[in-house]
């Protein structure tokens, strides 16, 4: 299995709704990755995990939650979100966390706060 | 800070040409160069990656350069073909002492190449 999965595809929340994203990689890869991207805009990291542990958090604000359950799975908590936060939501995965790494992409979470 | 130009937002070529599309990079000298290819609506798809020791890399009808004197890499395409369309993004490590893949991704390039 070659492939990141990510679900849903679509999410339409409101500002007061807890929502999560999910992201599944069956590669053996024990470095995870969430990026945000805004139309026309290239892909912004957000967080880092490493060994399912936590390693870079881009000073995302709070409403945002990750979560590495295991060396396959990556979540992202949602709550109480803000209409700027719609967006594109990847997961990617690589090898390990190290220098020359390629990332690989899953299809992303179309995310619509209203 | 650290700066990824792409050189232009949009290039439109003929079919069979060869696209040529440019990343240059300020403030900084990074290890190694990735470049991606994005479909609408679908995540990065890994091309290629680059060294800064290495002058050039090929992968079927795609090439890549380095030049760090320039501080610029070119991504070639050869023989185009309207399958080629897409946005195509370069890549380097956020620091060049980045262990933590933390990348660093440009604007993107459009390209549509048209029959």
């Known amino acids: 299995d070659t492939e990141v999965t990510q679900t849903p595809k679509h999410l339409v929340m409101g500002m007061t709704n807890k929502k999560s994203l999910k992201c599944e990689q069956h590669m053996g890869h024990r470095a995870m990755y969430w990026y945000k991207q805004k139309a026309k805009k290239p892909p912004e990291l957000m967080f880092v995990?490493?060994?399912?542990?936590?390693?870079i958090n881009e000073s995302v604000p709070s409403r945002f939650s990750p979560e590495c359950p295991n060396s396959s799975l990556l979540n992202l908590h949602l709550h109480a979100l803000q209409p700027e936060d719609s967006a594109l939501y990847l997961c990617a995965s690589s090898p390990s966390s190290g220098t020359e790494k390629a990332q690989y992409f899953g299809p992303g979470t179309r995310l619509t706060v209203l | 800070s650290q700066k990824i130009e792409q050189n232009s937002e949009a290039l439109n070529i003929q079919e069979g040409k060869t696209a040529t599309l440019t990343c240059n990079y300020t403030n900084y000298s990074p290890a190694y160069l990735q470049w991606y290819r994005q479909d609408p609506g679908r995540g990065p798809v890994f091309l290629l990656l680059i060294r800064e020791n290495e002058k050039e890399k090929r992968k079927e009808r795609l090439k890549v350069t380095f030049d760090t004197t320039l501080k610029q890499s070119l991504f070639h395409i050869t023989a185009s073909q309207p399958a080629d369309s897409a946005t195509y993004l370069c890549?380097?490590?956020?620091?060049?002492?980045?262990?933590?893949?933390?990348?660093?991704f440009g604007r993107g390039t459009q390209l549509t190449v048209w029959p």
């Open positions: 890549a380097p490590p956020a620091d060049r002492g980045s262990t933590l893949g933390r990348l660093y």
């Open positions: 995990y490493s060994y399912e542990k936590l390693s």
